[in-house]
């Protein structure tokens, strides 16, 4: 069967902080009561908690980095199958206006689109009809977080709390749906 | 093989009354838990590790019932994948799960 309904992966997402976190002692914990995972590295005033969640009431995948000290965040995304299927949307025109999004911390920048669009009907490489024109993708976005390169988002500014966002999507249309 | 799994189950329907008994008089604990929003104990039951996964092998899992991810710290970057419900694949070629 070359087809099937397999729950694919949207993709790999990495959090990294500048400067790096120590990792001795190491706290991760599933947190049932609050549906979140805390993950505690260092201690003291090197201390990094993140917060990770599934919003209960929107889908959203929340990420939250907190630490005494201020550091900057970089995030990718791995897509696997770039260029084989899937397509990271290009970064938007810079903005002409003299002041840059990453200065302000608290505000959320265009973020990072990708997606997987399975091919019409009729198309050879579409064994199985029912699975034609099924985008699914998601967008990646923070306060503060620009585009950095096709596949990264970075903090413009060293902040002491970081906020980001996961909105995965799926829809069925034709490609041109996606415009 | 089958004799001893036979006699297993003729074992465990024998203690099926006494399970029942053991649930009835849980019951007013759990009604006072629920009342006290203490949760019924569910912390208990947190899943907690003081060594980072070293990869996707070693991930915690999380979700609210349609999207979910999993989550491992890799050794300083925090990585998790992602997936959502009703998301039929494409090809067999894209639904690899690592790079190569």
């Keep these: 069967m070359k087809e099937g309904g397999v729950l694919m992966k949207l993709g790999l997402i990495r959090v990294s902080l500048n400067p790096k976190p120590i990792v001795n002692p190491f706290q991760q914990t599933l947190q049932l009561r609050h549906g979140e995972i805390a993950i505690r590295l260092g201690e003291g005033t090197t201390a990094i908690d993140y917060r990770i969640w599934v919003d209960a009431n929107h889908p959203v995948i929340r990420v939250e980095a907190n630490g005494s000290q201020p550091f900057k965040t970089t995030v990718t995304i791995h897509d696997w199958r770039l260029r084989q299927g899937d397509t990271i949307l290009a970064a938007p025109r810079a903005p002409t206006s003299p002041a840059p999004r990453a200065a302000d911390p608290n505000r959320s920048a265009p973020g990072l689109t990708w997606f997987h669009h399975n091919p019409s009907k009729n198309d050879p490489r579409l064994a199985d009809p029912h699975l034609a024109d099924i985008t699914f993708g998601a967008t990646l976005e923070g306060p503060g977080l620009v ?13 002491s709390t970081q906020l980001i966002s996961i909105h995965p999507l799926t829809l069925t249309g034709p490609a041109g749906c996606l415009n | 093989m089958q004799l001893v799994i036979a006699k297993h189950c003729r074992y465990m329907k024998s203690l099926l009354p006494l399970l029942a008994c053991l649930s009835l008089l849980s019951l007013p604990t759990l009604a006072q838990d629920v009342a006290s929003g203490a949760g019924i104990g569910v912390d208990q039951y947190n899943l907690s590790w003081n060594v980072p996964g070293p990869n ?16 491992w710290v890799d050794p300083t970057e925090t990585c998790f994948s992602i997936f959502r419900r009703q998301m039929p694949g494409a090809a067999r070629r894209t639904q690899r799960l690592t790079p190569g």
């Design chain 1, 147 to 159: 585009r950095d390169a096709d596949s990264t988002l970075t903090s413009g500014v060293a902040t």
């Design chain 2, 56 to 71: 996707s092998a070693a991930s915690m899992p999380l979700g609210n019932g349609d999207i979910g991810l999993n989550a």
